[in-house]
């Protein structure tokens, strides 16, 4: 699996449009992180503070590295990893849908969204792009990236993977070095949201 991939970093990179002085976005294939395969996928990158913006750092170019030689291993543990979001945020918050008799909170909101399944949140999951977090990345020592989908029981969410691995389903807005706290990986190990 591992290879070299530069000429296609070298490709992506400068295909990168500048989307403002902060960030830039490009388009790529790849195959296994949605449901059904619709095309491009849109790769956002932002770029440290102070980077000017015309080249990705070597810490972004190892993580698009890391993304290219993404596993279908890793891959394979996406459906299961928003069903198993899907199914903490079912336990915890109340979409409006009847509770019927012998029915929890989880239960009813599986049966309003029809998601019994890793099959059917993969499905109701859609694709919105992977992001590189250049800012981020400066402050450790991990590869960080992540995919996000919209999902149809709640708002954006990313897949986290970290040194190539997916390790968590995370809100938008994330901050990626937090995943290097023991005592935050506890706590996501508490509610089924981290895997080493």
């Known amino acids: 699996m591992p290879g070299d991939f530069s000429q296609e970093i070298q490709s992506i990179e400068q295909s990168l449009a500048p989307g403002g002085l902060e960030w830039a976005e490009a388009l790529l294939s790849i195959d296994g992180l949605e449901a059904e395969h619709t095309g491009l996928v849109r790769l956002e990158v932002f770029y440290p503070d102070g980077h000017d913006g015309t080249s990705l750092t070597p810490k972004m170019r190892n993580a698009l590295l890391k993304l290219l030689q993404l596993g279908e291993d890793q891959k394979k543990l996406v459906p299961e990893a928003l069903f198993q979001r899907a199914l903490v945020e079912f336990d915890v918050t109340d979409y409006g849908f009847e509770v019927a008799d012998g029915e929890g909170n989880q239960q009813a909101n599986m049966r309003g969204f029809k998601i019994y399944t890793k099959g059917d949140a993969f499905a109701a999951a859609k694709l919105e792009g992977i992001a590189i977090h250049g800012h ?11 995919v996000k989908y919209d999902v149809s029981w709640g708002e954006l969410v990313h897949v986290v993977f970290k040194d190539g691995k997916l390790i968590t389903v ?12 023991p005592e935050t990986i506890a706590r996501l190990k508490k509610y089924s949201f981290f895997w080493d």
């Open 136 to 146: 981020d990345l400066e402050d450790t020592d991990h590869v960080y990236f992540s």
């Open 170 to 181: 995370y809100d938008d807005g994330v901050y990626f070095p937090k995943f290097d706290d």
